[in-house]
Structure formats: structure tokens, C-alpha cells
């Protein structure tokens, strides 16, 4: 049994700036909505500890009208926010020899 989050990045409608990530858990299917990384983070937190902190993947999808500069934000951000978190813990959050 693998513990597979889905993270979609997707436009809100009408909108050509404002994104959001649904997170799902696929295991159960439930869907979170999240409006910025802060909140995507602890989102993920919350449905992993419920598996021991144990996540097997996290598969990223996107829409396909999502424009470019929009994903180019969200991987400074999440870059930004990943260094942010290893700083905090002294420890890497992906592990490289995997």
C-alpha cells in the first residue's frame, strides 16, 4: 500500500493571475484546497502524519492553462520555502540517494 498525494496547480476561473494546488490523498480521495505553499505545506503535513509521516510520492500535475510565469513562481517559492525548512531542521528534505 503506497501513500500518493496528487498536487494539481490550477488557475482560479476567471482569473489569470490567482492559482491554487488541490492536494489529494489518494488513498482515500479526499481533496484540500490550497491557496498558497504555506498552507500546501502544513496541508501535507496534517494528511501524512495520519500515515506516519510516511509518503511514498507526490505526483505534480497542472492544468494545461496554466501560463509559464505562474509555474515559474510557484518553483521559486517552493524552492525558497524548501531551504526555509531545511534550515530549520539541519536536515535535507529529499533524499538523494533514493
Do not use: A, H
Amino acid at each position: 500500500m503506497s501513500v500518493i498525494f496528487e498536487s494539481t496547480i490550477k488557475m482560479v476561473e476567471g482569473s489569470s493571475e490567482n492559482w491554487y494546488i488541490e492536494l489529494k490523498d489518494t488513498m482515500d480521495g479526499r481533496i484540500e484546497i490550497c491557496k498558497d505553499l504555506i498552507e500546501y505545506s502544513k496541508k501535507v503535513e496534517e494528511l501524512g502524519s495520519e500515515y506516519g509521516g510516511n509518503i511514498d510520492e507526490v505526483k505534480w500535475i497542472k492544468d494545461n492553462n496554466i501560463p509559464l510565469p505562474i509555474i515559474d513562481t510557484i518553483r521559486f517559492e517552493m524552492s525558497k520555502l524548501q531551504r526555509e525548512i531545511e534550515d530549520e531542521t539541519g536536515k535535507p528534505l529529499i533524499d538523494e540517494e533514493s
